[in-house]
């Protein structure tokens, strides 16, 4: 087995699992928060498909499926297009508000472009060096897993979430 085909599991086993949480879920249930500034579940899986979108765009030097492929447009969310969710307050969680199809579209996309990229990759380009601004600096593969453990932690809470609403 290689490197890049426990990345290939590791971020399939994300996707499965946002699938999971949006198997039956209700637009109420979306954007329903279980304590007065908590994430929302639109808003979890917004996020965890645009970091993995945008940041294996720009490792892999490709277009963010976000707006290649329209998304953007479509979700028609009152945010700068390069937005993703780092940072932004709970007035702009509440503001994610979309249909769970359209959710799962765009995470099957995003997903869909970072299995395309992984697959080719040999186990050397993890190796490479992409960003010299740490210490030590950080690898094509640490960012990887990176963006894999952001998705795999988020998606645990947007679970633990409908649980909560149902």
Do not use: C, K
Not at 13 to 29: C, F, K, M, P
Not at 53 to 67: C, F, L, P
Not at 120 to 132: A, F, G, H, N
């Amino acid at each position: 087995m290689r490197s890049t085909d426990i990345l290939i599991d590791g971020f399939g086993r994300v996707s499965e699992n946002v699938h999971a949480v949006l198997d039956g879920i209700t637009s109420e249930q979306l954007v329903e928060r279980v304590a007065p500034e908590a994430n929302t579940i639109a808003w979890l899986i917004w996020h965890i498909s645009r970091v993995q979108d945008a940041q294996v765009a720009d490792v892999a030097v490709a277009d963010e499926v976000w707006t290649s492929a329209g998304f953007y447009d479509r979700f028609a969310l009152p945010f700068d297009r390069s937005a993703s969710g780092y940072g932004q307050s709970p007035d702009e969680v509440a503001q994610v508000i979309v249909e769970p199809g359209l959710l799962a579209e765009y995470h099957d996309s995003a997903h869909a472009a970072t299995v395309g990229y992984l697959r080719t990759l040999s186990d050397d380009d993890l190796e490479r060096v992409i960003d010299e601004n740490w210490d030590p600096p950080v690898t094509l593969g640490v960012r990887l897993v990176s963006v894999l453990d952001d998705d795999a932690q988020h998606v645990g809470q947007a679970a633990y979430i409908r649980g909560l609403v149902g």
